[in-house]
């Protein structure tokens, strides 16, 4: 699992265990790793053309000792100083190994082969400030590589959120911890290919994180198994409110989703029980109100929904409940609050703003803290979709999951019925709902990108790559 930590754990990590070490031994092994890194990337160092962009702060410092270690061997490194002051052991290891201070930034840039990227770090406040921007635009046009230390100037390191201006690398080299940016979108996508180097941090960083991220062996250990004696009731039933005249196809796909999901029958409850039957003559179709159609499980209600009746039955039952789509639609807060049983809501971005009350620019903006909100609001697990997928559980001191295997693939109409109804099954396996809904866009994302594979795909190609990513994730 990779997990992430917000800056104030990272900065009581770094001063617990520099308390112990000598002084500069933190920056020199940030250094060390930053400017290996660099080497990689540069492939032959001997002859390369290194620029660094040097903030006032440490992340300067950083930038700064990593071009001494270039300089020493053999690169051409010059240092563009932002700050009224630079990290002063730093400046004058650079230029002790040779390197120098630029005298003319942009003529400097336009030739450099790789731009570091040390003007802030964790200490940045705000976007780029209007100095630096034009020396980072000509960075990004100069053809170099571009490479954040610790994280892209100009990202919030706890949010994700990017105001103003800010660097876009082609990878960070970040130090002791991941932060919550650089793995949630919109400053994921500045930080390009992520690189953690250890700098000693890991035995004082607290417990639990603020962010993880599930890997294949996370999700391989939460997937429901049938046993010997399973039947199917005993794997679990998983019943689908959704579709209605004007969309059938979302209560097809939801139910595509449902039988991938692991439950041992998906029972459909609606008005689209002709459609559904002609593509998975599997499901158990009931043309009755949801309280009429036989235990279950779990529910899905919402997909294609439509002003179809039968969500008051459903929120009013003792089981499990995903909320979707036309479900989430004027719903009732005490209710979803007063129910007995867990309620998972998977909003996209539009429709967590409307039950926010904000819009879905804000949502997007700053995803962690509004799938924080909704969760706590509504006393729900909530599957905030999009870029980057979160799954915030009900009780704040749970961390947030971040899905790593997402996919702009997936931007296709239909698709989140089909992870509905895959997120609806696991549940009635008996999941608890921050695993369902994470382990299901986990697998729904691989089933993206193993079905598009470079191409555009629909909704039901995802649903019917399912069972592969299944089988990849478990094996
Ligand atoms: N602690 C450790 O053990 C280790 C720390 N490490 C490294 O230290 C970094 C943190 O260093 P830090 O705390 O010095 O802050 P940092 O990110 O350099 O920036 C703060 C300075 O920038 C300025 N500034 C603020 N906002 C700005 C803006 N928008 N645009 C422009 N400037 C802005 C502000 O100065 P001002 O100009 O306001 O006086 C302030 O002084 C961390 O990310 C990692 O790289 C590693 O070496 C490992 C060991
Ligand atoms: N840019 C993107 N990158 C990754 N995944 C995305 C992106 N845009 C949408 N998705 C995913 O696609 C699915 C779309 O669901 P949704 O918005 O409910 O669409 P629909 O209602 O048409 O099914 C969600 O799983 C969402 O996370
Ligand atoms: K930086």
């Not at 979803?336 to 409307?354: K, N, Q, S, Y």
């Not at 980057?388 to 931007?411: Q, S």
Request: aromatic content about 4%.
């Amino acid at each position: 699992m990779r997990t992430a930590y917000r800056v104030e754990s990272v900065r009581a990590a770094e001063a617990a265990l520099m308390a112990g070490l000598p002084e500069g031994t933190l920056m020199r092994r940030a250094a060390a790793g930053l400017a290996g890194a660099c080497a990689g990337l540069l492939g032959r160092v001997y002859g390369s053309r290194v620029v660094l962009l040097v903030g006032s702060g440490a992340n300067g410092g950083d930038a700064l000792y990593a071009g001494a270690g270039l300089a020493r061997r053999g690169a051409g490194v010059t240092a563009v100083l932002l700050g009224a002051r630079a990290h002063e052991g730093g400046l004058a290891a650079l230029l002790a190994a040779g390197g120098r201070v630029a005298d003319d930034p942009f003529a400097v840039l336009a030739r450099a082969d790789l731009v570091l990227d040390g003007i802030t770090g964790i200490g940045g406040r705000g976007g780029l400030r209007p100095e630096a921007v034009p020396l980072v635009r000509a960075a990004r046009g100069s053809g170099a590589v571009v490479v954040a230390v610790d994280l892209p100037s100009g990202v919030d390191a706890d949010t994700g959120a990017v105001d103003g201006e800010a660097v876009r690398a082609d990878a960070t080299v970040t130090f002791g911890a991941y932060k919550p940016g650089l793995l949630v979108d919109p400053a994921r996508e500045y930080a390009g290919a992520v690189r953690l180097v250890d700098i000693g941090l890991a035995d004082l960083l607290p417990s639990p994180p603020e962010l993880e991220a599930l890997h294949h062996a996370d999700v391989a250990g939460l997937l429901p198994v049938p046993a010997a004696e399973s039947d199917k009731y005993r794997r679990g039933v998983v019943g689908v409110v959704a579709g209605s005249a004007r969309y059938p196809g979302a209560a097809v796909l939801a139910v595509a989703g449902a039988l991938r999901g692991g439950a041992g029958a998906v029972r459909y409850v609606g008005p689209a029980g002709a459609a559904v039957l002609a593509r998975y003559p599997e499901t158990l179709v009931h043309a009755g109100p949801p309280a009429d159609a036989g235990r279950v499980q779990a529910w899905v209600l919402g997909p294609g929904l439509g002003d179809t009746p039968g969500a008051d039955d459903v929120l009013g039952s003792d089981v499990p409940v995903l909320v979707d789509a036309d479900g989430l639609r004027a719903l009732d807060m005490a209710a979803v609050r007063a129910r007995p049983a867990p309620t998972l809501l998977t909003p996209h971005a539009g429709e967590a703003a409307a039950l926010l009350g904000t819009d879905r620019a804000d949502v997007e903006a700053r995803r962690l803290e509004a799938v924080r909100e909704l969760a706590a609001r509504y006393g729900a697990t909530v599957l905030l979709k999009g870029s980057t997928t979160l799954v915030a559980d009900p009780d704040p001191g749970v961390p947030v999951r971040v899905n790593p295997t997402g996919t702009p693939w997936l931007a296709t109409a239909g698709s989140g019925d089909v992870l509905s109804g895959l997120a609806g099954s696991l549940l009635a396996t008996g999941l608890a709902p921050r695993d369902a809904a994470s382990a299901a866009a986990y697998l729904h994302g691989l089933a993206a990108r193993r079905a598009a594979a470079g191409a555009p795909v629909a909704a039901h190609d995802v649903a019917d790559a399912l069972p592969g990513a299944w089988r990849d994730v478990a094996a």
